[in-house]
């Protein structure tokens, strides 16, 4: 028998203890049902996905009771078999489409549904806009959900929306720093995708899918602070000075360097890849390209600084390069941006950031939604129904 020193006994004793107690801890998070929602959940396809079920609040910017439906979707529950007398739209985006910011009913997906239902080519019909988009997802994770959990849906139109901001470089697995993703990559000059992201080790950890509720408490506490010193420390300069972390500058300039030329031939591929596949499957394909926030300040002004600052031209640039795309392949670009720079002008109105984080930067608050919902269903009223195209915004 192994006989122990005093002192090991006390160590042993000691550890003990704390594992008894954070056992203890861990069964009274359970029991009171406390958790810090793990809103994602790692997939070979994808890279990550909505946790199936998944809820809980999200106020790191915002504030919006969120759920995770039965089929991973941030939205309400449907069935996949499409009802008879029902036009289905399949929504794919990225974290401006998923809006986690603001609540279910108020975001642009909702808002698409609800003026489509009063469209006269709706009448007596029922309008679904399913939404598939999810934080973080590029032009290559749009494909590949279109593959694996559209088309169970028999979506009528697929509408992708298209963030200048960010989007295209996602597509490239140069410049997009985030790795654990699927990319498209060229052999042959052909588009195949690349799943290498499965061999990264951090992939690998988040396919764990059962995980400790004490870890959700130390994940919200470090959260906590993490956004609490970013808003004492950074938001404010994000405000005045337009730049936010993940936006890219080079979006507006014509690229000069093999990164970003191969970036947007990728992403221009890509359109075309879905644009053939939606063909296939006799549906109809639109694309919408959102707003940055340099687009879009109420404040011409600091726009100006802005452009000054990075010798930018042409905000609309990234805008008006995708509708140049949609031309020339035969499907239909709407192009939000100078729109909402009309109206943000003529009204001083914020579309992006919110009272918790700051106004000009950031995703769309309940303002931006709400035109952006509107917009698209005028405009989608319109091509439907040509007489009332004059009155389309």
């Given amino acids: 028998m192994v ?18 107690g954070l056992v203890v801890f861990e069964i009274a998070l359970r029991l009171v049902n406390f958790s810090y929602p793990k809103f994602y959940i790692a997939n070979d396809v994808r890279g990550r996905v909505h946790r199936p079920g ?8 915002g504030e919006a009771y969120i759920k995770i439906n039965r089929d991973g979707l941030r939205d309400i529950d449907r ?60 032009t290559a994770q749009q494909l590949l959900t279109l593959r694996t959990s ?7 139109l697929v509408l992708l ?33 690349d799943f290498s992201f499965r061999n990264d080790p951090m992939f690998q950890l988040n396919q764990s899918k ?44 014509e690229p000069t360097t093999p990164e970003w030329q191969e970036a947007w031939q990728i992403t221009e591929d890509l359109l075309k890849l879905i644009d053939r596949e939606i063909q296939e499957k006799n549906a109809e394909f639109w694309v919408v390209t959102l707003s940055n926030s340099p687009q879009v300040h109420p404040n011409p002004a600091i726009r100006q600084q802005y452009r000054q600052r990075w010798g930018i031209q042409d905000l609309f640039y990234p805008d008006r390069r995708i509708k140049k795309i949609g031309d020339r392949a035969g499907f ?6 100078p729109l909402f720079q009309k109206y943000a002008d003529r009204n001083r109105t914020f579309f992006h950031g919110f009272k918790n984080t700051a106004l000009g930067i950031g995703h769309w608050n309940e303002t931006g939604h709400a035109l952006a919902g509107e917009t698209m269903a ?16």
């Fill in 3 to 20: 006989q122990f020193k005093p002192w090991q006994q006390n160590l042993l004793l000691v550890c003990f203890g704390i594992f008894s």
């Fill in 161 to 193: 929306t298209l963030l200048t901001g960010n989007d295209i470089r996602n597509n490239s697995k140069s410049l997009e720093p985030d790795k654990v993703r699927p990319f498209f990559v060229y052999e042959a000059d052909r588009l195949v995708p």
């Fill in 378 to 393: 005028k405009r989608l009223c319109a091509e439907f129904e040509p007489n009332a195209a004059q009155n389309a915004f």
């Fill in 332 to 337: 239909p670009v709407l192009n939000l941006a």
């Fill in 79 to 138: 069935q996949q078999t499409k009802p008879q007398n029902t036009f289905r739209i399949a929504l794919l985006g990225d974290s401006f489409a998923a809006a986690f910011q603001v609540p279910q009913a108020k975001t642009f997906a909702a808002i698409l549904e609800n003026k489509l239902s009063q469209c006269p080519k709706f009448e007596g019909k029922n309008v679904e806009v399913i939404n598939f988009g999810v934080s973080g997802y590029g």
């Fill in 210 to 253: 059962e995980y400790l509720r004490l870890g959700h408490l130390i994940a919200r506490v470090v959260d906590s602070i993490g956004t609490r010193k970013q808003i004492k420390e950074d938001l404010a300069t994000q405000a005045k000075t337009l730049r936010e972390p993940g936006m890219d500058e080079a979006i507006y300039l």
């Fill in 54 to 61: 998944a809820e809980g609040w999200w106020r790191s910017e």
């Fill in 150 to 156: 559209v088309w169970s849906y028999s979506p009528d």
